[in-house]
């Protein structure tokens, strides 16, 4: 399908564009989580016990429904959008989840 040459990929001439979209959208997330910037927790709220440690956090949001703080801040940033509307939506989400 592919050949890595250096930091180029040689595609192969049968190789559809639908295939080569596919393999550059995989090899994006790995590149943006190598940079550490991007992983590095910038929850505004520094003294909370889960501060730092995103992926908990994110799965205890997760389980009740809600969003990160520093989620909410990306969220006010984009137009349109407002966090009590998503926090509606996956508390409806959850409670279809559950039955209630």
């Given at each position: 399908?592919?050949?890595?040459?250096?930091?180029h990929y040689v595609?192969?001439?049968?190789?559809?564009?639908?295939a080569?979209?596919?393999?550059e959208?995989?090899?994006r997330?790995?590149?943006?989580?190598?940079?550490?910037?991007?992983?590095?927790?910038?929850?505004?709220?520094?003294?909370?016990?889960?501060?730092?440690?995103?992926?908990?956090?994110?799965?205890?949001?997760?389980?009740?429904?809600t969003?990160p703080?520093c989620?909410?801040?990306?969220i006010r940033?984009k137009?349109?959008?407002?966090?009590?509307?998503?926090?509606a939506?996956?508390?409806?989400?959850?409670?279809?989840?559950?039955?209630?």
């Open positions: 399908m592919h050949t890595k040459v250096g930091e595609v192969r001439p049968c190789m559809h564009l639908g080569l979209i596919k393999m959208k995989k090899l997330p790995l590149e943006i989580l190598a940079d550490k910037s991007n992983t590095a927790c910038i929850c505004p709220k520094t003294d909370c016990e889960w501060h730092g440690k995103c992926k908990d956090c994110t799965a205890l949001h997760r389980y009740h429904a969003i703080s989620l909410e801040i990306e940033n137009k349109g959008i407002s966090v009590g509307h998503i926090n939506v996956f508390k409806n989400k959850s409670s279809e989840q559950t039955g209630g």
